[in-house]
């Protein structure tokens, strides 16, 4: 069974950075794709960024490029979110999520394309 914990969020004013961090307790991932994904109130799951964990260029959605990026690191076990330039409509809870890799990137965009979750961090970006 794989275990999530994200952390990293809390408050932060609008323009303001905050890194989210994703770690887990196995280290089987060398064919895994690992995602964020956020949910804001009264809003659908939405996909944020993902990557592949044993290489390859990472995938975000438009949303948050240039903003948001997305890295690893394999001595940790862990995977970031460097949020930028942050704005009240970035506010959610954001997830982070484990798939066995699909064969490409693009299938690891929906929350269908995932097999495992973590309970979430709250990011509140005032205005």
């Known amino acids: 069974q794989v275990q999530l914990v994200e952390s990293g969020g809390g408050l932060v004013q609008a323009g303001g950075s905050l890194r989210l961090s994703c770690a887990t307790s196995?280290?089987?991932?060398?064919?895994?794709?690992i995602g964020w994904f956020r949910r804001a109130p009264g809003k659908e799951r939405e996909f944020v960024a993902t990557?592949?964990?044993?290489?390859?260029?990472?995938y975000s959605s438009d949303f948050v490029k240039g903003r948001f990026t997305i890295s690893r690191d394999y001595a940790k076990d862990t995977v970031y979110l460097q949020m930028n330039s942050l704005k009240p409509e970035d506010t959610a809870v954001y997830y982070c999520?484990?798939?066995?890799?699909?064969?490409?990137?693009?299938?690891?965009?929906?929350?269908?394309?995932?097999?495992?979750w973590g309970r979430g961090t709250q990011v509140t970006v005032s205005s």
């Open positions: 999520a484990v798939a066995r890799w699909r064969g490409s990137i693009l299938l690891h965009t929906t929350t269908g394309g995932y097999d495992y």
């Open positions: 990557l592949r964990w044993s290489g390859g260029s990472p």
């Open positions: 196995t280290s089987t991932f060398s064919t895994y794709a």
